[in-house]
């Protein structure tokens, strides 16, 4: 009885937030402590009284925690000998919390790891190791240590340990072996990973790169064949790095950093950067692999009614070409999903318009639940436009790119999708032609205004990955956040121009 109604009066006025901001206050006061002076056995005690979901098999691991910023590593190390000299045992989980400290604060430094750290590594990760059966996120912390040490090769252990579990390593843990590989001259082993990352569309971070670059800085064709690798994935680097890249290439080119605007003309070396248009024999080659492979082993498709599949094939072949393709719903909910059904309509509709006004052909892909839409704005569209409403469960937008590819190479499509999901059974050139026959046909829509009038966003028909004009190299980078980014169909805000010297 009486633990029924603490429950209640618990639940009732438990504040989590209240609690966080406790935490917080208590831990910001610890951090800015001499390590030597604190009292860890008294911290220990009043954290553990203080919330019930605080015990003696998290605590160890919540003061750790809270010291993750590489610049506490030795107030975690003083606790760690607390606990050491008090014959308290250090739990697994803390022990790889610990070695992910010491890999950031090595990495952030960016100095030489010490043969006193090195060794401190080694242990701890040797301490943890030794079970048969390894949790995935200790198998990384492992890893992450040992690929700042002497022992890096035992990395690949750990990454065997990971596919038994059927866990995939995260991007950071393949990232910092190819850092140590790349400062070990093992471009074998590098390469291995890099291409292993790319069938899992894995992305390297930014710490990979730099350090190829700079290990490379004297050695021009060891740096084309990043550029070479960064093209051929659609790679955007971080502006937040520009300075730091510049650096580290000046010794082999002409550096200068320019804004390339609409027209692709680079300000610095005045060359047209290339256009994307696909060659006859590059369309046929993407819709006939498209046709024969992509949709034969695309688990979406294949969960499709394959009788949805055969009427939309025959209503293809008895409608096309078309101008352009519609992703009916994309387009509808242009302006949010919380809006009203009269509004998707009329969004749709109105988008309809725009492309008869233009005098184009268009098919709309839309999805059955449209039937019940308002009646006046479905009827202008089927009246101006060829409509195919696919299964309410059915991924509209492989029969988008099919309605595309079937019509012919001068198809457009209307969605803001990025389709990334399709391509990724392609091998990279054929990935390549998919991106540009994507960015030379796809509009978006931007907004539609007060008046009605919507506002599209016209494809960029230039290259907008890192690419060679002749002897130049143009590598264009995102604002978008601190890591790389796959490129998208925006325009980049800043670009290195990289003349031959």
């Not at 935490?23 to 610890?30: I, N």
């Not at 790349?182 to 291409?195: G, H, P, S």
């Not at 009038?453 to 143009?474: D, G, M, N, Q, Y």
């Amino acid at each position: 009885m009486w633990r029924s109604t603490f429950s209640k009066l618990f639940i009732r006025n438990y504040k989590p937030t209240n609690f966080i901001r406790i935490r917080t206050d208590v831990f910001d006061k610890l951090l800015t402590q001499n390590p030597s002076e604190i009292n860890w056995e008294l911290f220990r005690n009043n954290l553990l009284k203080s919330n019930i979901t605080i015990n003696s098999t998290n605590v160890d691991s919540i003061i750790i925690s809270k010291c993750f910023n590489g610049a506490y590593l030795d107030i975690a190390l003083s606790y760690v000998n607390f606990l050491k000299s008090n014959c308290l045992k250090i739990n697994d989980g803390t022990i790889s919390k610990l070695i992910r400290l010491y890999f950031n604060r090595i990495t952030t430094d960016g100095k030489e790891i010490t043969e006193k750290d090195e060794n401190e590594i080694i242990k701890w990760c040797n301490s943890i190791s030794k079970k048969e059966e390894i949790e995935s996120t200790i198998a990384e912390s492992i890893i992450h240590g040992l690929s700042l040490t002497r022992e890096w090769m035992r990395c690949f252990e750990y990454f065997e340990k990971m596919k038994e579990l059927d866990k995939q390593p995260s991007d950071s843990t393949y990232s910092c072996v190819l850092v140590k590989a790349t400062k070990e001259n093992r471009e074998d082993i590098m390469w291995k990973l890099l291409k292993e990352m790319t069938a899992k569309n894995i992305i390297p971070r930014m710490s990979f790169f730099l350090t190829w670059f700079q290990h490379h800085e004297n050695d021009k064709r060891k740096i084309e064949e990043m550029l070479e690798f960064i093209s051929e994935n659609g790679l955007l680097l971080p502006e937040a790095k520009i300075q730091k890249i510049e650096q580290a290439l000046r010794k082999v080119f002409n550096v200068s950093l320019v804004t390339i605007n609409r027209t692709g003309k680079c300000p610095s070396c005045t060359h047209k950067l290339p256009g994307v248009k696909l060659l006859p024999t590059e369309f046929s080659k993407l819709a006939t692999i498209f046709f024969d492979t992509i949709l034969v082993n695309n688990d979406e498709f294949l969960k499709t009614n394959p009788e949805e599949i055969k009427k939309f094939r025959e209503f293809v072949d008895k409608t096309a070409p078309y101008d352009s393709v519609i992703d009916g719903l994309n387009v509808a909910y242009s302006k949010g999903d919380k809006l009203s059904v009269r509004q998707y309509a009329k969004n749709l509709s109105q988008v309809v318009k725009y492309f008869v006004n233009n005098n184009q052909k268009c098919l709309v892909i839309g999805r059955k639940h449209m039937k019940n839409w308002p009646r006046n704005d479905m009827a202008y569209i089927r009246e101006n436009a060829f409509l195919f409403l696919v299964e309410d469960l059915s991924h509209d937008d492989l029969f988008l790119i099919y309605a595309a590819l079937k019509s012919g190479p001068k198809t457009n499509i209307f969605s803001r999708d990025l389709l990334r999901q399709h391509s990724h059974l392609l091998n990279n050139k054929l990935k390549q032609i998919f991106r540009r026959w994507q960015q030379e046909h796809q509009y978006q829509l931007l907004t539609i205004n007060g008046s009605n009038r919507i506002i599209v966003k016209e494809p960029i028909l230039f290259e907008l990955r890192a690419h060679k004009v002749k002897s130049t190299w143009h590598l264009p980078f995102t604002n978008e956040n601190q890591k790389l980014a796959i490129q998208t169909f925006n325009l980049p805000t800043s670009w290195l121009c990289l003349k031959e010297r």
